[in-house]
């Protein structure tokens, strides 16, 4: 029944939520024979696929839905696979009327954490619902976790990075797409100035100034690499790093991908909301007792997680769920995973 049918897959975005969902996109392609897996997303997140070995073409949404859907139709498939779920999908669904297979969104769940800390969320995490939504074709989880690929000669050259870092360093993500998902500057400050090892800072343009902030604490120890970098590359400095310290943040999700461990700092969202770092069984293998990631959340805090993606202020005015994070402990337990 399944064999030899041509696939749409959709996720629009984000960079984190694309890349967890990759395990579906390599069990679809590899374990159904004959499958032809395309991949549809905004043109903003090219690079986040571009390079992956499982998609066999890819469609790009430039906010024109009617050209785009009149060029999905003449690709006939015949099956979706909405791992996104939201109004335009829905409208793609019904413009294209082929089957459809999807994921659990959740949104009642989600909607019911953050707004009243009422906890209904599965315990399953979203890349697991990912494989969830294509276990009628018969494929299963292939325990190789998270997909990112950067393309021939978007890597960092040697030069790259200072000389004193060659050694090994630590990758430190300062990004994040909302103000109460990123630690203050002043905390970062306090984080890296402690920590007895090579850093890199990592972000993108918006967070080059607070990076030169952070590097000033200790120039010599703490290289500021925001926006100087594509995302490939700065995802091949989280490649070659020996430790990351991130945020809830996609390349936090890239850092998985390559099976590095994993710090993840949680503020307004949550590992609750079934999203945290995410490994395959057999990456886990790797790992010393199996332990690749640990999760860091302020205690106690009936506000957290306040949203899904974050906010641009603390809804309450405290924003202890940040400035209350233990960077001692932090420090404490990147010295363990080095070790």
């Known amino acids: 029944m399944w064999s030899n049918k041509k696939f749409l897959v959709i996720r629009f975005s984000s960079i984190g939520d694309i890349v967890l969902a990759t395990p579906a996109i390599r069990c679809l392609k590899m374990q159904v024979p004959g499958s032809s897996v395309h991949f549809l997303t905004k043109r903003s997140f090219k690079a986040v696929t571009e390079a992956n070995p499982y ?18 139709k003449q690709e006939n498939f015949d099956y979706i696979i909405d791992l996104h779920k939201n109004f335009r999908t829905v409208l793609i669904r019904l ?42 074709t018969g494929a299963v989880n292939d325990g190789m976790g998270l997909d ?4 021939a000669g978007q890597h960092i050259r040697g030069d790259d990075i200072p000389l004193s870092h060659s050694a090994g360093f630590i990758a430190v993500v ?25 850093i890199i800072l990592v972000g993108g343009k918006e967070d080059r100034e607070e990076g030169e902030a952070i590097a000033a604490v200790d120039p010599v120890k703490i290289y500021n690499a925001c926006g100087k970098f594509s995302l490939h590359e700065s995802a091949d400095i989280v490649r070659r790093s020996k430790l ?47 332990r690749a990631y640990e999760n860091f959340i302020v205690p106690g805090l009936s506000c957290q997680p ?27 337990t990147a010295e363990q995973f080095l070790r």
């Open 55 to 72: 998609i066999d073409r890819f469609h790009y949404f430039d906010n024109n839905l009617d050209e785009l859907i009149g060029e999905l």
């Open 95 to 136: 413009k294209l009327r082929v089957p459809v297979l999807s994921y659990q969104k959740l949104s009642f769940q989600k909607f019911l954490l953050t707004k009243f800390g009422i906890h209904q969320m599965p315990g399953r995490h979203i890349t697991d619902r990912c494989l969830d939504a294509i276990a009628p």
């Open 148 to 151: 990112y690929f950067i393309p």
């Open 174 to 198: 300062i990004g994040a797409s909302y103000y109460t998902k990123k630690l203050p500057v002043e905390k970062l400050q306090e984080l890296c100035g402690t920590i007895n090892f090579p």
């Open 244 to 290: 990351v310290i991130s945020h809830d943040t996609g390349l936090q999700y890239i850092a998985c991908a390559f099976n590095k461990k994993v710090l993840a700092i949680w503020g307004g969202t949550s590992p609750l909301l079934d999203v945290e770092p995410y490994y395959g069984e057999k990456q886990l293998l790797q790992h010393a007792g199996g």
């Open 306 to 332: 306040c949203s899904n993606y974050g906010t641009r202020k603390c809804p309450k005015g405290h924003f202890r769920c940040m400035l209350n994070q233990d960077l001692p402990r932090i420090r404490e």
